[in-house]
């Protein structure tokens, strides 16, 4: 089946601007997680979600940043008011039932602010 | 929380050649799991081996195994026969509730033909 897929895959915003970033976990995957990854740098976790349940955002760095995953499928992360240092790729990976370890990543999002 | 150091900024290696990579981590929990992920340039990360903390058997997928020495906290990498292409970032992670998973700030690797 398909992978984890995430859109756009890349976002120019300008500073200021609202953003929102898509990600699409493999069917029937129960775990997903964001991460943030700026470059160079390793991914840094923002959040993660048991079917609907977001049950860890420990990670997210502001009030400015949402994470939502209403029907427990499909995930957004939203930015507001987006700032310089939002810049960074997005990632997202999701894990199967019984085999929490095994994280599948997407391609990721590059949010460049301007 | 938990903390994991990669020293290593780049490595390379002739091909065909034996490389290891570092990663040492902090912890406060008995039990977790530590992982290496690679990300090749095309950013889409897999898991290429993983080490259950209470298993004091170091985990082998092929050409990769880990040396996991608990009480020194180190969680090194080994690649064997490295092939053109293992280059990538490789990056070191864990977790203990599989909630929040920490990774370290990556190893890249070049492999020379």
């Known amino acids: 089946g398909a992978g984890v897929s995430q859109s756009p895959r890349y976002k120019v915003a300008k500073r200021g601007q609202d953003v929102a970033l898509r990600c699409d976990p493999i069917?029937?995957?129960?775990?997903l997680f964001w991460y943030q990854q700026a470059l160079g740098q390793g991914p840094e976790f923002l959040t993660y979600f048991q079917n609907e349940a977001q049950l860890d955002k420990s990670g997210l760095p502001s009030d400015r940043f949402f994470a939502e995953r209403p029907e427990g499928s499909v995930s957004t992360l939203k930015i507001q008011r987006t700032q310089q240092e939002d810049s960074a790729v997005y990632l997202c990976?999701?894990?199967?039932?019984?085999?929490?370890?095994?994280?599948?990543f997407g391609p990721g999002t590059r949010l460049t602010v301007t | 929380a938990q903390t994991v150091t990669q020293s290593q900024p780049e490595m390379s290696v002739q091909e065909a050649e034996t490389v290891t990579l570092s990663c040492t981590y902090d912890?406060?929990?008995?039990?977790?799991?530590l992982f290496w992920y690679k990300q090749p340039p095309s950013r889409q990360m897999i898991l290429v081996i993983r080490q259950e903390a209470y298993k004091q058997q170091n985990a082998t997928e092929n050409r990769f195994s880990v040396n996991f020495q608990k009480a020194a906290k180190s969680f090194s990498l080994k690649i064997s026969d490295s092939q053109l292409g293992d280059a990538a970032m490789y990056f070191c992670?864990?977790?203990?509730?599989?909630?929040?998973?920490?990774f370290g700030s990556g190893t890249k690797l070049n492999v020379k033909p």
């Open positions: 069917s029937g995957h129960v775990s």
């Open positions: 992670a864990s977790t203990y509730n599989f909630n929040k998973f920490y």
């Open positions: 990976a999701s894990s199967p039932m019984g085999a929490y370890y095994e994280q599948y």
């Open positions: 912890t406060s929990e008995s039990d977790y799991y």
